[in-house]
Every structure is written in structure tokens, then in C-alpha cells.
């Protein structure tokens, strides 16, 4: 979608007037990241009330409210992740803080900042690591593990093998060497996980 025209120029006044009642309060735009092709040294102008029609970027609908965009230059070239769920703590870019916020969230006004980031934690190991073993990774299987993964969504990898749920942690690592790996997906996408370590 090219969005040229409404990252580059100051919005204009809005069509209708925002009601008073939620002028203090953000729209949820979206519950997912909106992916833009970023060309280096533009300007863009992060909508940061919700309410624009032209996502993720500035239409002018925050006339009326406390809001206003937020300028960006982009230093290269390439693809980003702006925030559209407007709860982001890493503005404006995605954070995967949506996955906070209800399945029903989008189209909705909720007040700056009221979600946050779900930081997952590893489960406590079922059964103690053999001292032995404590350096060594486990070949949990001899085949990559398909996973289709959420854009924005932070995922913590195995690294020691002995993971039930694999290829992600669920803390067997413990009393190990090894700590889970996390990534962030940068789209939402199948990946191939390695499960041998």
C-alpha cells in the first residue's frame, strides 16, 4: 500500500469531531503490527491517537484530542513494524504488546499505556538435570520443527534440548550451562526451528 502522501505531509483537519469523552484515550488501529517498506531519509509521521484512516501514519483525526504524531526519519532503507495497537512501549515501533490486549481490542479506546509487553517465563524443570549431562545439548529430534509464528511475538528457543515442548523452553535448562534464546519475529510466517541442537 503506498503511503507516501501521508508520511511525508503535515495531516489535515479531520472530517468529524472527536467525541470529548474519549479525547483523552487511544484507539486500538489494530491488533498486529502494520508492515511499511521504509525508504531512507523520509519522514514519516507515526499516528499516535489510533484514529487514523491511513495506518500506521497521521491523517489529521487527532484534532480534538491531547494527541499528535510523532515524526520518524528513517535511517536506511528497509522493511519496519510500526505499532498499531498504539499501547507499544518501544513507539512507534511494535513491541508485541497486542498480544496483551484482548482478541476483540481493535476499534476500541483504552487509556496510553494500560497494556503491557507479556514477557513469557520458562517453566520450572520436571526433573533434575544429571551433573553428567550439564554440558552437553540433547538432540531432541533429527528434523527441523515447523512453527508459524506472529509478527512482533517474542519466542524463547531451546538451547539445551532437554525442552518438552520443543523447539521452545520450558526451563529443563536448569542446572545446566545453557539459557533459552529469545527472537522476535519480524513477520508472521512459518519457521523451521532447529530440534538437534
Given at each position: 500500500?503506498?503511503l507516501?502522501?501521508w508520511c511525508c505531509f503535515?495531516?489535515?483537519?479531520?472530517?468529524e469531531?472527536v467525541?470529548i469523552?474519549?479525547?483523552?484515550?487511544?484507539i486500538c488501529?489494530?491488533?498486529a503490527?502494520?508492515?511499511v517498506?521504509?525508504?531512507a531519509g523520509q519522514?514519516?509521521?507515526?499516528c499516535?491517537?489510533?484514529?487514523?484512516?491511513?495506518?500506521p501514519?497521521?491523517?489529521g483525526?487527532?484534532?480534538?484530542?491531547?494527541?499528535t504524531p510523532?515524526?520518524?526519519t528513517a535511517?536506511?532503507s528497509?522493511?519496519?513494524?510500526?505499532?498499531?495497537c498504539?499501547?507499544?512501549?518501544?513507539?512507534?515501533?511494535?513491541?508485541?504488546?497486542?498480544?496483551?490486549?484482548?482478541?476483540?481490542?481493535?476499534?476500541?479506546?483504552y487509556?496510553?499505556?494500560?497494556?503491557?509487553?507479556?514477557?513469557?517465563?520458562?517453566?520450572?524443570p520436571k526433573?533434575e538435570?544429571q551433573?553428567e549431562?550439564a554440558?552437553?545439548v540433547?538432540c531432541?529430534?533429527?528434523a527441523?520443527?515447523?512453527v508459524?509464528v506472529?509478527?512482533?511475538?517474542?519466542?524463547?528457543w531451546?538451547?539445551?534440548?532437554?525442552?518438552?515442548?520443543q523447539?521452545?523452553?520450558?526451563?529443563?535448562?536448569?542446572?545446566t550451562?545453557?539459557?533459552?534464546?529469545?527472537?522476535?519475529?519480524?513477520a508472521?510466517?512459518?519457521?523451521y526451528?532447529?530440534?538437534?541442537?
Open positions: 500500500k503506498n507516501t502522501m503535515k495531516p489535515q483537519q479531520p472530517a469531531p467525541p469523552e474519549s479525547a483523552d484515550k487511544v488501529a489494530k491488533r503490527p502494520a508492515s517498506e521504509v525508504k519522514k514519516y509521521y507515526w499516535t491517537c489510533g484514529r487514523s484512516k491511513t495506518q501514519f497521521c491523517d483525526s487527532h484534532v480534538g484530542t491531547k494527541f510523532a515524526e520518524w535511517p536506511a528497509e522493511t519496519k513494524y510500526f505499532c498499531a498504539k499501547q507499544s512501549a518501544s513507539a512507534p515501533f511494535c513491541d508485541g504488546t497486542h498480544n496483551a490486549m484482548p482478541a476483540d481490542a481493535a476499534g476500541k479506546p487509556a496510553p499505556k494500560t497494556f503491557k509487553k507479556p514477557e513469557p517465563k520458562p517453566e520450572a526433573q538435570v551433573i549431562n554440558d552437553k540433547v531432541a529430534k533429527r527441523p520443527v515447523p508459524d506472529k509478527a512482533g511475538e517474542t519466542y524463547y531451546c538451547t539445551c534440548g532437554k525442552s518438552k515442548t523447539p521452545f523452553c520450558d526451563g529443563s535448562h536448569a542446572g550451562k545453557f539459557t533459552p534464546t529469545a527472537w522476535t519475529a519480524p508472521s510466517e512459518t519457521k526451528f532447529c530440534a538437534c541442537k
